[in-house]
């Protein structure tokens, strides 16, 4: 099994500053590649990742650089990499509390135990759907909204019903606008909640 991942950046001992886990110690493993190309993408794939620095390591190096219980795969796009799960099981077997950030659009099966935060692109990237599996396996669904339309655009993956917290992001470049727009919908929709990126208000990595 090849146990070693092409990494963009690691980074130890900040807050997870999105989300369900929103103020909460963590380390960060940022895994290199995406194709989805978010346009806001905060780690250079808008562009498919050109010149972007890389370097591999080994799943061993990788938990000998975390500080924190918890730490959080993002990317790039985690799920592209065959190598995941066996990275998330030596994470987990060591103690780590693993959570992924992913866009949906790739499915691999992995540990139940790992936390699975769904950030669907497929509105703005319909060449790369949400993976239907990956609806029923996220523990928390957060929509980067810009304009209000995002939420009309998965309302069907998103029954009144749902049991799976749903988060409702402001697009950091576009926040001024975007914020009292979630205001307007959280007002119309109360069992979904507000997400703001706390680490860029902190000035944190």
């Given at each position: 099994m090849n146990s070693s991942l092409p990494i963009h950046e690691t980074f130890q001992q900040t807050l997870q500053g999105e989300g369900y886990w929103a103020g909460t110690p963590v380390d960060f493993i940022r895994l290199a590649g995406c194709p989805v190309r978010c346009p806001w993408c905060d780690t250079g794939y808008a562009e498919g990742g050109i010149g972007l620095p890389r370097r591999m390591m080994t799943f061993e190096e990788l938990l000998g650089e975390l500080k924190s219980p918890r730490v959080v795969i993002s990317g790039g796009e985690p799920f592209l990499h065959s190598q995941l799960p066996g990275l998330i099981e030596v994470l987990e077997a060591a103690g780590k509390m693993v959570a992924i950030e992913t866009s949906g659009a790739f499915w691999q099966e992995i540990s139940a135990r790992t936390w699975v935060t769904?950030?669907?692109?497929?509105?703005?990237?319909?060449?790369?759907?949400?993976?239907?599996?990956?609806?029923?396996?996220?523990?928390?669904?957060?929509?980067?909204?810009?304009?209000?339309?995002?939420?009309?655009?998965?309302?069907?993956?998103?029954?009144?019903?749902?049991?799976?917290?749903?988060?409702?992001?402001?697009?950091?470049?576009?926040?001024?606008?975007?914020?009292?727009?979630?205001?307007?919908?959280?007002?119309?929709?109360?069992?979904?909640?507000?997400?703001?990126?706390?680490?860029?208000?902190?000035?944190?990595?």
């Open positions: 769904l950030s669907p692109k497929q509105h703005v990237s319909p060449r790369y759907p949400v993976h239907p599996q990956m609806w029923k396996r996220a523990n928390e669904i957060k929509l980067v909204v810009e304009t209000g339309l995002e939420l009309e655009f998965y309302a069907p993956y998103l029954p009144p019903e749902t049991m799976i917290p749903v988060f409702l992001q402001p697009e950091w470049t576009q926040r001024d606008r975007a914020l009292p727009i979630i205001l307007d919908l959280l007002q119309q929709f109360p069992q979904y909640r507000l997400s703001v990126q706390l680490h860029k208000y902190l000035q944190i990595p």
